[in-house]
């Protein structure tokens, strides 16, 4: 790539060096994210790890929201009603309270000397997007039904929006 000065080379050999592991980590049965994040580690220990950074960002930019609004294109808003016969807004209740509590004992059990452990456990309440990607895939393969996505993406949605504020509370308190 060094060789190479034309214009955008850099983000598309970088782009394309992803879709290729992405496609081959799908060809060898593993989820698509796998083959993409070995592509970014590979990527991060190389010298232009900056410029990729760097140039990247205007193409995360643009599909990064568009990741978002075909996962919203999926949720069965019908099946949060807590009145409807197969309500699922207890199960997403269920999965938040989890996810919170799991987080947080995660962070609890962080034994290193001088670091906030609440500030961690809280820090970590917000990691669903990866989740979000494998019950879409789950969903498009028919392992998980509409109604059980829909919990899923509420309490990916719920634990994304109680996190900020609760640091800023943490941080408040110092």
Known sequence: MDRLRARGTLVVYSLVFALALAA??????????????????????????????????PVADLLVPVFFVTVGMKVEPAMLNPFAPNAQLGIAMLLTAVAVASKLAAGLAVFQRGVRRWPVGVGMVPRGEVG??????????????????????????????????WLKALYRER
């Open 24 to 57: 081959l980590a799908d060809l060898i049965g593993l989820a698509t994210i796998i083959g993409a994040f070995a592509a970014g580690l590979i990527l991060a220990s190389t010298e232009r790890r900056a410029h990729v950074e760097e140039r990247i960002k």
């Open 132 to 165: 979000l990607i494998f019950a879409g895939t789950g969903l498009a393969v028919g392992v998980v039904a509409g109604d059980l996505y829909s919990a899923l993406v509420v309490a990916v949605m719920r634990t994304t929006f109680v996190a900020p504020p």
